[in-house]
């Protein structure tokens, strides 16, 4: 991989609360504009940067359906006073506000750009409501997750054929019980303290979608045995062995990052967070090879991101694997060097993959707590290892802020993005 001829940084992040533009309180009733101008004002504020000051902007989103347009890019320039700057409209799936983020700093690196702003945006949960662009009615489930295969392949995405349950949490949880000798038991109790973790940082963390523990819903539904709740009906097989609440939420939300040159991160008097490398594979199904554990392009992404940045995974202090199913992030997590092979569910069984652990992950919850909001979500798991970075997470920041951050990443069909962050200049 080569190297970036000069640094870049991130001097701001932020995002919107994730949940449903027909519901949430923080959220309800904005439109798609609004949604995504309030990320890039949260952005720029954190950044201490001008919408006058940004030299270009990359806005991305999955599903068009849920926009009803195509054109966003030009949209959104008058919600955020940035008509007649450089702009484009992306699409990565799940992946797209980090790909973006390597678009805008490639473009800062080779010193066309100062200043980038990137933003995603998603809504999963509606879409408009005829003509009346603040007008939104609430989809069904069955649709949304059609739109979402559609974006694999429109061979395979059929109703009731290929999709995302099947090969994240099935195949692959299989292979994964096959491959390190567990019994369904153990698989169960293992992904049932990995939720409980999850959920335990979601809880903490004032933008996500799901703010009650596991335990707290359990008691809440009548179970003082929480095994007994996560093997009952209210906890079923979505794709054998993998159990409901193993899933990822969706949401909607949206998500913005302001990246910079040298310049821009000496005059920011914040702690800028350099972007040291990343790596990106592209690969179309299927995704796995004989080790239904083990992704390909995920393989090439750790590698070529590792190498840009010049790191070693022993040197990581904080990591975020792309986890719309518990048994993905955690086999990633072990693919990455951060958890040895076959040990993540013993990690989550003694505690260790909470914040307070030795090697915390997703502390903000992840895709099943924080929520998923496609091309959104991949910016608030950023901007989450910055906020740990800085020491700025709040209740569940790690008690020594680590000093470096890997963020992993798929857009669902599948792109692999993975980005590597140091804390100051």
């Known amino acids: 991989m080569g190297k970036l001829t000069r640094p870049v940084y991130l001097l701001g992040a932020g995002c919107t609360k994730f949940g449903n533009l027909l519901e949430t309180p923080e959220i309800k009733g904005l439109?798609?504009?609004?949604?995504?101008?309030?990320?890039?004002?949260?952005?720029?504020?954190?950044?201490?940067?001008?919408?006058?000051?940004?030299d270009a902007f990359i806005i991305g989103n999955h599903m068009p359906q849920s926009l009803n347009m195509g054109s966003l890019y030009s949209q959104f320039t008058k919600w955020i006073g940035m008509e007649h700057k450089a702009g484009v409209q992306v699409a990565a799936a799940c992946s797209t506000t980090n790909a973006a983020a390597t678009m805008a700093a490639s473009q800062i690196a080779a010193g066309v750009y100062r200043k980038v702003l990137v933003v995603g945006v998603e809504a999963t949960q509606n879409n408009p409501k005829g003509p009346f662009p603040y007008g939104r009615e609430p989809i069904t489930s069955e649709n949304m997750w059609m739109w979402t295969d559609y974006g694999v392949n429109q061979a395979y995405g059929v109703p009731q054929g290929y999709d995302i349950f099947p090969v994240y949490n099935g195949l692959m949880a299989l292979a994964y019980r096959r491959k390190y000798g567990l019994t369904q038991e153990e698989f169960d109790r293992g992904m049932m303290e990995l939720c409980r973790t999850k959920r335990l940082?979601?809880?903490?963390?004032?933008?996500?979608?799901?703010?009650?523990?596991?335990?707290?819903?359990?008691?809440?539904?009548?179970?003082?045995?929480?095994?007994?709740?996560?093997?009952?009906?209210?906890?079923?097989?979505?794709?054998?062995?993998?159990?409901?609440?193993?899933?990822?939420?969706?949401?909607?939300?949206?998500?913005?990052?302001?990246?910079?040159?040298?310049?821009?991160?000496?005059?920011?008097?914040?702690?800028?967070?350099?972007?040291?490398?990343?790596?990106?594979?592209?690969?179309?199904?299927?995704?796995?090879?004989?080790?239904?554990?083990?992704?390909?392009?995920?393989?090439?992404?750790?590698?070529?991101?590792?190498?840009?940045?010049?790191?070693?995974?022993?040197?990581?202090?904080?990591?975020?694997?792309?986890d719309c199913s518990h048994i993905s992030g955690l086999t990633n997590a072990e693919l990455s060097g951060y958890l040895p092979e076959g040990k993540g569910l013993m990690y989550a069984a003694e505690g260790r993959l909470r914040f307070d652990g030795d090697r915390p992950m997703s502390t903000h919850g992840g895709r099943h707590a924080f929520g998923h909001a496609w091309a959104a979500s991949a910016g608030a798991d950023t901007l989450e290892a910055m906020d740990q970075i800085r020491g700025r997470a709040g209740k569940k920041q790690i008690p020594t802020p680590p000093q470096i951050a890997v963020v992993h990443t798929h857009g669902y069909a599948m792109i692999s993005t993975v980005l590597v962050l140091r804390g100051g200049m």
């Open 201 to 322: 940082h979601g809880s903490l963390t004032p933008n996500a979608i799901l703010q009650e523990t596991l335990e707290e819903e359990a008691k809440r539904l009548g179970f003082t045995d929480l095994y007994e709740f996560w093997t009952s009906p209210h906890n079923p097989y979505i794709a054998y062995p993998t159990r409901l609440r193993s899933l990822v939420t969706a949401a909607d939300g949206a998500s913005a990052m302001v990246l910079s040159d040298a310049d821009g991160a000496r005059e920011y008097d914040g702690m800028p967070i350099e972007l040291l490398g990343w790596g990106i594979s592209v690969g179309d199904l299927p995704w796995y090879q004989e080790d239904g554990t083990t992704f390909p392009a995920d393989v090439i992404a750790f590698r070529e991101a590792y190498e840009m940045a010049d790191i070693r995974p022993e040197q990581i202090g904080y990591l975020h694997t792309h």
């Open 31 to 54: 439109s798609i504009y609004e949604l995504a101008a309030q990320a890039a004002r949260r952005a720029l504020e954190d950044a201490k940067t001008d919408p006058r000051e940004i």
